[in-house]
């Protein structure tokens, strides 16, 4: 009896230098939870960018995106800290995107308006740093082929396709967030994959 | 030529690597073969560009004025509490106000008279005496000598009643 409850000392005295490290984490995640100001800063233009080319709608995507950020910030309690905050967020905004497409609201204002994104503004984006002047027309064309592929994928395909290539998780994290098998998670990255580089991957 | 080399990676495979899941097989095939490498390139290539020109337009989007709901609430709802209280003092004070001010408003919204002197009053009294003595009905009527009063008019009682007023 005395040694297992020395064993069991010995072991939490092992876990208790990184169970702290991960409370100190989640500590100062949550303190950056409490800033609502802070959590925007940080996290609007990543969530907004996400929802917008998830979701194809720039108008839905800013509602979204504040409804994410406000759910968020009321349930930061709820944060446990097993995933980065970023993913957490993502996994909101993939919620919230959720509600609004099944809500016939969505369904009606869409039939009546839909504002699509202006892929040729959004390709003018491009930072100069990160091609050079040479090449910049030829990237910018490249961007809005990427872009009509990805419109032509399924609302799965191309979220996961985002969740992967955007915002860098990893398929299990993927799989977890949308609650479907790491195999269907798999499947729908291999279609978009094929979709992307059928049409961008000829040109090489 | 190395084992490697011999076959490029199937569409599978190389998707598999761009995914995060390649074998070390693949992994050591992308090693040595410059084609599946370049294609592993192009693609991320594109996905760079377009994630960096995606984000920077997201960054330049004007955000709107945004609506900190919970801090909000806290203070409707303080607000809410003051216009309450505010109102119930308000109406508190009127009805304490109201009761005791009722009979002297009534009062003072009759004009007030001017009071009279004696000598006014003695003076109203002899002019009313005079009216009586003229209109007295003990004088007799200049009518009533020629005796036409009662065959001549056919409701004589009314009539009469009428003159006395």
């Known amino acids: 009896m005395a040694t297992a409850t020395l064993s069991a000392l010995r072991i939490a005295s092992v876990q208790r230098p990184r169970l702290e490290s991960a409370m100190a984490q989640r500590a100062g995640v949550i303190s950056e939870l409490d800033d609502i100001d802070e959590l925007v800063r940080l996290h609007q233009a990543r969530i907004r960018r996400f929802v917008t080319f998830s979701t194809g709608d720039a108008d839905l995507a800013e509602t979204i995106t504040q409804d994410t950020l406000l759910r968020a910030y009321r349930g930061r309690e709820s944060f446990r800290g097993d995933c980065s905050l970023s993913t957490w967020l993502t996994g909101i905004a993939i919620n919230v995107t959720r509600d609004h497409l099944r809500s016939g609201r969505y369904k009606f204002w869409k039939h009546l308006k839909a504002t699509a994104l202006d892929v040729h503004e959004m390709a003018s984006f491009l930072p100069s740093e990160a091609v050079s002047p040479e090449r910049r027309v030829l990237a910018k064309e490249r961007i809005k082929e990427l872009y009509a592929v990805l419109e032509g994928l399924s609302y799965n395909q191309r979220t996961i396709f985002l969740m992967k290539f955007s915002e860098e998780m990893s398929v299990d994290e993927i799989s977890e967030i949308l609650g479907m098998a790491v195999n269907t998670v798999r499947t729908h990255l291999h279609r978009a994959l094929k979709a992307v580089r059928s049409k961008l991957g000829a040109k090489i | ?165």
Not at chain 2, 52 to 62: C, E, Q
Not at chain 2, 107 to 127: C, F, G, M, R, Y
Request: glycine share 4%.
């Open chain 2, 1 to 165: 030529m190395t084992p490697e080399l011999k076959n490029h990676l199937s569409e599978e495979a190389l998707d598999d690597v761009l995914i995060g899941l390649g074998t070390a097989q693949s992994h050591a095939h992308l090693a040595v073969c410059p084609e599946c490498r370049d294609q592993v390139k192009t693609f991320l290539g594109d996905v760079t560009l377009f994630n960096a020109a995606s984000i920077a337009w997201s960054k330049s989007r004007l955000p709107r004025p945004y609506v900190s709901e919970p801090r909000v609430r806290v203070h409707a709802a303080f607000v809410g509490w003051v216009v309450s209280a505010a109102a119930l003092v308000v109406l508190a004070f009127g009805v304490w106000h109201h009761r005791p001010d009722t009979a002297p408003r009534q009062a003072n919204s009759v004009p007030s008279q001017p009071t009279d002197s004696e000598a006014q009053i003695a003076q109203d009294n002899q002019l009313l005496q005079a009216v009586n003595a003229a209109i007295s009905p003990d004088e007799a009527s200049p009518i009533e000598e020629y005796k036409i009063l009662e065959s001549s008019h056919p409701y004589p009682k009314a009539h009469s009643k009428k003159r006395m007023k």
